[in-house]
Every structure is written in structure tokens, then in C-alpha cells.
């Protein structure tokens, strides 16, 4: 065993302490050293799948001692904790210097903690479909958007606002009503001055 290959597993074993502390309980962080398979795992944090310092390597890590050209980083991967809970994990493998594998840094994520989160935050945002005639609008209308309303109605029907007949005035009335419009502070004086009509005009369309 060289001084360079140790050196490297207890640099290693820093970061796995520091990544199995920042997500306890959800996240198994283990060093294998790829020297000894027979009683790889060198370091353990949240021993998630049950192991504990000095149980063998895991197949993964077999095909990387026994392969040099094995993938150094296998991302994202699907896997099992024994007692059936999925995981997702990353392998990532160490080399020295001379190129071979000494170490593997193995992250296996319980993913079930997180599906129930997920499944949790997906009812919580449900909406339904109340079958209302009308979309409700959870902000303040302004001025501009009542005279841009009216405007465009006017010129879907080729017209003016001012010369709008009864009929499709009463229409437009009735629409700036269902979409919120008239809440808009003096409405009702800026839709007479845009149709030029009176106020009671207006009141008379809305019944």
C-alpha cells in the first residue's frame, strides 16, 4: 500500500463525512478502498443499506478493480436498499497517480422520502375545476385595461366604441362586468365617456 494510495483515501473520507452531515438520514455516502474488496468500505456515513466499515465491495466496485477503463463517474443510476427502498446513486471512482483505481466515493440517495414529499406537494397544489362562468383575476384592474377592453371589442365588430349599437353596447357592459372591469375606480364615467353615453344608460344595460 503506497503513501500516495492512502493519502488519497483520507482525503477522501473528509468529503464523506462532510457530504453524509449535510443530508442525514437521506443520503448514504461510502468510500470503498478498491485495494482490499474483500472489506472495501473504508468509511460510512447514514448506513442506509445496513453496512458498516470492513464488509466487501459491492459489484460495481468488483468491475472497477478488475477493469482500468471502467467509467470513472456513473451518475445517477437506479438502485435498491436491501429492504426494497429505491435509491438513486453516483459512483465516482479514484485513481492515483500511475492511473489505476484505488478508491470509489459512492453517494445512494432514498429517493422513497423524497417520492413521498413530491407525492405530498403535488395534492397540496392540486386545483380543481369548479365550473365557474368566469375566470377570477387576483390583482387590481386599472383604468387602462377597462379603456383597452372596450376598444377592442368596438374593433372586433369593425366600430368605434362610440359607435356601438345597443345591442353589442350592452354586450360590452355586461362582459366588463363578468371579467372585473367595473371594479375599476370610476368605471362607470370612463365607459360613458369611451361609448358617449349617460351613466344611466350603462346602469340600464347592466340589468
Same mark, same amino acid.
Given at each position: 500500500?503506497?503513501?500516495?494510495?492512502e493519502?488519497?483515501?483520507r482525503?477522501?473520507?473528509k468529503?464523506?463525512?462532510?457530504?453524509?452531515?449535510?443530508?442525514?438520514?437521506?443520503?448514504?455516502?461510502?468510500?470503498?478502498?478498491?485495494?482490499d474488496?474483500?472489506?472495501?468500505?473504508?468509511?460510512?456515513?447514514?448506513?442506509?443499506?445496513?453496512r458498516?466499515?470492513?464488509?466487501?465491495?459491492?459489484?460495481?466496485?468488483?468491475a472497477?478493480?478488475?477493469?482500468?477503463?471502467?467509467?470513472?463517474?456513473?451518475?445517477?443510476?437506479?438502485n435498491?436498499?436491501?429492504?426494497?427502498?429505491?435509491?438513486?446513486s453516483?459512483?465516482i471512482?479514484?485513481?492515483?497517480?500511475?492511473?489505476a483505481?484505488?478508491a470509489?466515493?459512492c453517494?445512494n440517495l432514498?429517493?422513497?422520502?423524497?417520492? &413521498? =414529499?413530491? #407525492?405530498?406537494?403535488? !395534492?397540496?397544489?392540486? $386545483?380543481? *375545476?369548479?365550473?365557474?362562468?368566469?375566470?377570477?383575476?387576483?390583482?387590481?384592474?386599472t383604468?387602462?385595461?377597462?379603456?383597452?377592453a372596450?376598444?377592442?371589442?368596438?374593433?372586433?365588430?369593425?366600430q368605434?366604441? &362610440? =359607435?356601438? #349599437?345597443?345591442?353589442? !353596447?350592452?354586450?360590452? $357592459?355586461? *362582459?366588463?362586468?363578468e371579467?372585473?372591469?367595473l371594479e375599476?375606480?370610476?368605471?362607470v364615467?370612463?365607459?360613458?365617456?369611451?361609448?358617449?353615453v349617460?351613466?344611466?344608460?350603462?346602469y340600464?344595460?347592466?340589468?
Amino acid at each position: 500500500m503506497s503513501a500516495e494510495d492512502e493519502l488519497l483515501l483520507r482525503e477522501a473520507e473528509k468529503i464523506v463525512t462532510a457530504l453524509g452531515r449535510m443530508f442525514p438520514g437521506v443520503c448514504e455516502v461510502v468510500l470503498h478502498d478498491l485495494r482490499d474488496p474483500g472489506h472495501a468500505v473504508r468509511t460510512i456515513e447514514n448506513p442506509l443499506s445496513g453496512r458498516a466499515p470492513g464488509d466487501p465491495a459491492t459489484e460495481l466496485g468488483l468491475a472497477r478493480i478488475e477493469d482500468p477503463d471502467y467509467p470513472e463517474v456513473i451518475q445517477n443510476y437506479p438502485n435498491r436498499f436491501p429492504d426494497g427502498r429505491p435509491a438513486k446513486s453516483t459512483s465516482i471512482g479514484i485513481r492515483n497517480s500511475a492511473g489505476a483505481y484505488v478508491a470509489a466515493l459512492c453517494l445512494n440517495l432514498d429517493v422513497s422520502v423524497l417520492d &413521498r =414529499a413530491a #407525492g405530498t406537494l403535488t !395534492r397540496l397544489t392540486a $386545483v380543481e *375545476d369548479p365550473g365557474l362562468p368566469l375566470t377570477e383575476t387576483l390583482r387590481a384592474r386599472t383604468a387602462d385595461e377597462l379603456r383597452a377592453a372596450v376598444e377592442e371589442f368596438a374593433a372586433a365588430r369593425g366600430q368605434t366604441p &362610440r =359607435a356601438l #349599437g345597443a345591442a353589442d !353596447r350592452r354586450e360590452l $357592459v355586461r *362582459d366588463l362586468r363578468e371579467r372585473g372591469l367595473l371594479e375599476v375606480k370610476n368605471a362607470v364615467r370612463l365607459v360613458t365617456g369611451l361609448l358617449g353615453v349617460s351613466r344611466s344608460t350603462v346602469y340600464n344595460d347592466l340589468r
